[in-house]
């Protein structure tokens, strides 16, 4: 542990740039794990869908669209509501302004999350980067040294070099395993905006023809 300390204080223009890109994959990571496990997703959709149509089958449109704006920072509620806000126009117009209001909640769900993936590929290189110039440091010492002390120097250099290495692949193994996870819920929630833009102009068109359907468990 010494040994590494001691390369960390010497090895500073190798080693800031590697912690800074850790740092800054810990605050998108933090950030985007609240937004897309915790504040975005709607818990109980399907009964939260359920009880909207109701209201709209009753003729309870506004009803509905308060309900949905007791969810402000939920995607599907707000995709809801937008269609129901535009129930009273021709369907292709209801469509249209779905599909705006779902772009912009994917670009919300989305955004931050490709920087993991960035960060992951730069500290590899910048892990790399330290070790190229620690072996060119290491090479360059020896080559002037006494021969008695050409093999502690070497050991030395190579040391450096590869903590250099493992210090980026510390920060990009991390940072690629949270972009998956993130990514994978990322598009879930992306479907599930699908789905619900499908649940929103069926209550649409049930509303317009009078007609409920019943699914069937």
Same mark, same amino acid.
Not at 65 to 90: F, N, T
């Given at each position: 542990?010494?040994?590494f ?19 800054? +994959? ?18 109980g ?11 709209? $089958? ?5 009803d509905?669209?308060s309900l949905?704006? =007791? ?13 129901l806000l ?5 369907? =292709? ?28 590929n730069?500290a590899t ?11 060119i ?8 040294a006494?021969? =008695? ?11 450096s +070099?590869m903590? +250099?290495? $493992?210090m ?8 690629m ?5 993130? $990514?994978?819920?990322?598009?879930? $929630? ?28």
């Amino acid at each position: 542990m010494g040994k590494f300390s001691d390369f960390l204080f010497q090895n500073w223009g190798h080693v800031l740039p590697i912690i800074i890109a850790g740092i800054f +994959a810990v605050a998108i990571v933090i950030e985007r794990v609240k937004m897309v496990f915790f504040t975005y997703p709607l818990a109980g959709r399907s009964k939260f869908y359920h009880r909207i149509r109701e209201l709209v $089958m009753a003729d309870k449109v506004q009803d509905a669209i308060s309900l949905c704006d =007791q969810y402000p920072q939920k995607p599907a509620a707000q995709v809801m509501k937008e269609g129901l806000l535009r129930a009273h126009l021709p369907e =292709q117009m209801v469509n249209d302004g779905l599909n705006i209001v779902v772009g912009e909640w994917v670009e919300n769900i989305s955004k931050r999350t490709a920087f993991l993936s960035m960060i992951a590929n730069v500290a590899t290189l910048l892990g790399l980067f330290g070790t190229i110039a620690g072996l060119i440091q290491s090479f360059e010492a020896v080559g002037t040294a006494n021969p =008695q002390e050409k093999s502690a120097l070497l050991a030395a250099g190579i040391s450096s +070099a590869m903590n +250099a290495t $493992m210090m980026g692949l510390g920060v990009a193994i991390p940072a690629m395993v949270a972009f998956s996870f993130i $990514m994978n819920r990322t598009n879930r $929630m992306v479907s599930e905006l699908d789905q619900c833009t499908l649940e929103t102009l069926d209550i649409i068109r049930q509303r317009a023809y009078g007609v409920e359907t019943k699914r069937v468990a």
